[in-house]
């Protein structure tokens, strides 16, 4: 069991919601760099499976309790319900997280992947006959 100041669960808690939006934003969109830079492809792909399955499955990510738990250590109480439903949702929908519209997500996920790595592969020189 960690002893810290009260006041420093807080801040690990904000880091870790920072963290884990910086994972959903990468997982959506995380794409765009690999038109940039290929080599981004051999971290994004599993990043995107994974948020695809979590959204899927309707599981919880790791770094949602690991939060829920540095709040609760800290004493600022924790909260029902995933990270996106939490954090997410309240931006983009007035209703709570349900099960379709996890499915909707992690299609919207695939989706938007599909889309940026059907760019990535137009944009890939092919052999030396090919015009």
Partial sequence: MLLLPSGFYGVLADAVVVLHLGFVLFVVLGGLLVLRWRWVMW???PAAVWGALIEFAGWICPLTPL??????EGGLGGYEGGF????I????????????????????VILVNLLIYWQVWRRTPRGRGST
């Fill in 67 to 72: 939060e829920k738990w540095l709040r609760q």
């Fill in 84 to 87: 996106v439903e939490h954090y």
């Fill in 89 to 108: 949702l309240p931006l983009l929908y007035p209703s709570a997280l349900t099960r379709t519209t996890q499915l909707v997500l992690g299609a919207g």
């Fill in 43 to 45: 971290l994004h792909l």
